[in-house]
């Protein structure tokens, strides 16, 4: 489980906030950008687009 990354910049002083979609995370980037001092875009995400596709077996990997 990871931290909440949103209030652990916060607790350093350091604007952040998450995002749930493209608008948001295009605003959040312009807003960051914008500012001149650092800034955190938490952007969460499914495990499943964390771990990539698996590959077919070759079938001459098993006559190896």
């Known amino acids: 489980v990871n931290p909440d990354f949103v209030a652990l910049a916060g607790s350093f002083g350091i604007e952040a906030r998450s995002v ?3 608008d948001e995370l295009v605003a959040a980037v312009v807003a960051g950008v914008e500012r001149d001092e650092p800034s ?5 995400l ?6 990539p596709p ?3 077996p070759r079938e ?4 190896a």
């Open 20 to 22: 749930a979609d493209a």
């Open 60 to 63: 001459d990997a098993a006559m």
């Open 46 to 51: 499914s495990p499943e687009m964390l771990t």
């Open 54 to 56: 698996r590959a077919a």
């Open 40 to 44: 955190l875009v938490h952007v969460p």
